[in-house]
């Protein structure tokens, strides 16, 4: 399991996250060489046929983020209650 704030994330609703998140992510990725996630390629999408993987741990607030996050590895994301993410520039 991982935890976005060991990676730096903040959730106070002001702080940008995409760097703390995206050095999780990377974290995640280096578990396998295996990038490819366990299901099947339905057009540009995967139905996850085995959700199991590692897991990253977003505690409750509000994670700001600017841009977009690539997962290159399955992940499963899970969050506490009333956890958010606010998008913009």
Do not use: C, H, W
Request: charged share 20%; glycine share 10%; net charge negative.
């Amino acid at each position: 399991m991982f935890d976005v704030r060991d990676f730096g994330a903040v959730g106070d609703g002001k702080t940008y996250n995409n760097d703390a998140f995206e050095r999780a992510l990377d974290a995640v990725a280096a578990l396998s060489t295996d990038s490819s996630p366990a299901g099947d390629a339905i057009e540009n999408y995967v139905r996850v046929t085995n959700p199991v993987g590692p897991i990253l741990f977003i505690p409750r607030g509000t994670y700001r983020l600017s841009r977009t996050l690539n997962l290159i590895r399955q992940v499963i994301l899970q969050g506490e209650e009333s956890t958010g993410i606010a998008a913009g520039r």
